[in-house]
């Protein structure tokens, strides 16, 4: 990975965590699971909207594809912990 590609993934990874942080402590047990889906669109956009900002075109589908991946391993960790984790979900 180069570096450009951790400058724009690493923040949103930060954001997609964050989000799913105040998803557990602000929001009912039930809602939790429902509203993953909506912190990884929110990531996703956010990502595209890195990648726009930065006006680079050299490499952006490698830089779109990392933080998507990261995205989604957040989410997945972040779903199973709610699934299995007492008094979280």
Sequence with gaps: MT?????????????????????????PAD???????LVAASAVLLSFGLQVATQR???VVR???ITIVGIVVITAVASG???TLPGVD
Excluded at 3 to 23: C, G, K, Y
């Design 63 to 65: 830089r779109l594809l």
């Design 31 to 37: 809602a939790h699971l429902a509203s993953v889906p």
């Design 81 to 83: 912990l709610m699934l």
């Design 3 to 27: 570096s450009r590609s951790m400058v724009t993934a690493v923040p949103v990874w930060l954001a997609t965590v964050v989000a799913l942080i105040v998803v557990v402590l602000t929001l």
């Design 57 to 59: 075109t050299d490499g």
